[in-house]
């Protein structure tokens, strides 16, 4: 790709008037509308001070993709404060065109301002292709384990052994 291509991604804060377009590519890429979720992220993102680290990414004026982060202290025991990716969407028609890159690495400048060396996200078991975009820009496992524990089961479970030791 020329650098004339990778300078027409122009790298902004999301804004709570790109609520339509965030949650319309998002639902291009995952199937379906999570009006519920962007209204919540957008509002917080509104309500949070300082260094935007959600973003927005346009071409020729379009609006081409987004990504949400935030950053969090002292979670799960660690001293030192990360960000969270918690999504990334391009369009599926202007993909290739450098535009994750150019929000991931907008997002890598403004958390260094923040003093913030770390970026961590989740990748959906039944997404192979952000796992590879992922291990291509350079994220690696990390050194923890995240759980789910079904409610129903464990409640089942907790049943059972007050059975059994009756
Ligand atoms: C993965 C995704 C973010 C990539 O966006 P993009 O704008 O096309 O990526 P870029 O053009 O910035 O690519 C940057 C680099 O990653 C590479 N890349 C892109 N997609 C890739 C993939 N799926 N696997 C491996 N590498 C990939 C590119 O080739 C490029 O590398 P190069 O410059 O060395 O050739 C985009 O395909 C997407 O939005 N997918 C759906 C995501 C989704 O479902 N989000 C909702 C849940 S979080």
Redesign the pocket.
Known sequence: ?STLERQKVIIRGLLPADFDSVVRI?AK??GRRREEFFKVKLMQNLAETGVKISLAAELDEIFV?FLLARVFYGEFGSTEPVAILE????HPD?????????LLGQLGENLNGLSVEFLRTEV?WN?P??L??F???GFVPAQRLCLDLNLARARELREEREEAAL
């Open positions: 790709m998002d890429n995952i993709g999504t990334i969407d391009v202007f993909r290739g065109h450098g535009v994750a890159r150019a959906d997404q292709e952000l590879t975009f291990n291509h820009e």
